[in-house]
């Protein structure tokens, strides 16, 4: 190392020396010479700085988002679940009353029923019918009635030892003696193109009217005496016709049929109680009107 | 194997009318299982088949139905001859005639069935059967047809068209 060199080294050890050990006043001098190069800086470091709060935003938010993605999906997840937790409770519970409510007609009801659930329809579009699970094993026979917590369903026509076929009331090819419950006139009731059912036969001069309540007469199909059918809803009066009829409105959902019980032996019993079908009571206006008859 | 799955479709074809009526109605009218696979049998294997699944499935029918008579138990093997027959004088099936077949057969049905109970004292009016329950069964069958005869000849294309003069 030359002689110059070491003088240099020498003057800035003495000068870093003298900046650590010069009292902050006296470093004032300094500062005031470096803070045009202090503003010159200051313009790049904010703009540095400026980008790498932007990233670490971004990068922030990109995390924050990956985790919430996450998030989402098990809280969708969860949500599916539970959804699919309610449905399926819902359903219990519905079931639960529907059942409830069989149990409740059968304990009232003075014959010996079978509850059966419903499996099928009828496989073709030209007949109302309903496929049941329970058969001749169970003691089940043709022409047996079948009802609901609403009212008479329809009866058996095809018994196998698992299952049975039941043809319903709104079928045209079907037929169960009914009474209208105001005026005691008695008709055949048989199923409508509509869906509904009609009762036919009933004498002219009856006083039927709509709203009347029709239920079953006993005589005939496989039901006791006042299983409910339906509501009459519009009366025919044809001229020289020698009959009336009338259109009902039935009590029981045919849409909606899941469990049906299966009258046994109906004709060996009396009639039924006062008011066994507590689910759908006769609204108090037609109530009224079959009354005051 | 085509015993197997023969006996498969008699036990699967009508249970799966009765039970899933719900998922296979449209506008409250379902296709006719049956007759759709009797007739496809019919055209992409033969009438013989035809008319013994035609009896099969004719026989379950009545049986799960609620009528007094045996009218699919007739009427389907005749189905499954006619389009058995169809079938085997054409030299190249197309699906535009399938499609035609399988409505008319339909239709067919549909009218027989309507006779049939009709004689029973219970029909209902011919036109409002006709536009309530044949023609909308009529499409819903064709289309259903069509649709796996598709699926059918694109899985095992070996139909083997035979001439009349070739089948006498």
């Known amino acids: 190392m030359t002689g110059s060199k070491r003088a240099v080294l020498l003057l800035l050890a003495v000068l870093a020396a003298a900046l650590l050990i010069f009292p902050e006043s006296r470093q004032s001098p300094l500062q005031t010479i470096g803070r045009p190069l202090a503003s010159a ?10 980008l790498n709060q932007a990233i670490e ?4 938010r990109y995390l924050t988002l990956r985790h919430v993605r ?16 309610n449905a399926q409770l819902r359903e219990m519970a519905a079931e639960t009353d529907r059942l409830r409510a069989l149990l409740r007609l059968r304990a009232v009801i003075p014959f010996p029923t079978v509850a059966a659930r419903v499996v099928g329809r009828d496989p073709t579009n030209w007949y109302r019918s309903i496929v049941i699970n329970k058969g001749r094993k169970e003691g089940l026979a043709t022409d047996m009635g079948v009802m609901t917590p609403a009212g008479a369903v329809g009866r058996i026509v095809k018994v196998y030892d698992y299952l049975a076929i039941v043809l319903l009331i709104i079928d045209r090819t079907n037929a169960v003696t009914g009474l209208v419950q105001g005026t005691r006139d008695e008709g055949i009731v048989e199923g409508t193109e509509k869906g509904l059912t009609r009762i036919k036969y009933l004498p002219l001069l009856s006083t039927v009217k709509v709203g009347d309540q029709v239920i079953t007469s006993g005589l005939a199909g496989g039901f006791p005496r006042g299983l409910p059918i339906g509501h009459i809803t519009r009366i025919e009066r044809r001229e ?40 759908r009571p006769t609204p108090p206006d037609r109530r009224d009107a079959g009354e005051t008859r | 194997m085509r015993a197997l799955t023969y006996t498969a479709l008699i036990l699967l074809v009508v249970p799966l009318q009765v039970v899933l009526f719900d998922w296979i109605s449209i506008g409250g009218v379902r296709p006719d ?36 008579n045996w009218g699919n138990l007739c009427l389907k093997p005749v189905i499954g001859l006619l389009a058995g027959l169809a079938s085997r004088n054409l030299v190249n099936l197309t699906l535009p005639f399938a499609l035609g077949l399988l409505f008319a057969l339909s ?3 549909g009218a027989v069935m309507f006779l049939l109970k009709s004689l029973a004292g219970a029909g209902p009016d011919f036109f409002a059967a006709a536009r309530g329950i044949i023609l909308p069964q009529a499409c819903y069958d064709a289309v259903l047809g069509v ?7 694109r899985w095992a294309p070996d139909r083997a068209p035979l001439t009349a003069i070739t089948y006498e």
């Open chain 2, 107 to 109: 239709i067919f049905s």
């Open chain 2, 33 to 68: 299982l049956a007759l759709v696979a009797v007739c496809v049998i019919g055209l992409h294997i033969g009438e013989r088949e035809a008319i013994g699944m035609g009896i099969a499935l004719g026989f379950t029918q009545d049986l799960l139905s609620g009528s007094a």
């Open chain 1, 41 to 50: 800086i200051a313009l790049p470091l904010r703009a540095v700085d400026a």
């Open chain 2, 147 to 153: 649709a796996l005869l598709k699926l059918i000849q």
């Open chain 1, 57 to 60: 935003t971004i990068r922030n």
């Open chain 1, 70 to 85: 996450e998030e989402n999906r098990a809280i969708r997840q969860e949500l599916g679940r539970l959804r699919m937790d």
């Open chain 1, 240 to 279: 020289a016709e020698l009959f009336l009829s009338a259109e009902i409105e039935p009590s029981a959902d045919f849409v909606k049929l899941e469990e049906v019980l299966i009258i046994t032996t109906p004709r060996e019993t009396s009639d039924l109680p006062a008011n066994p079908f507590p689910l």
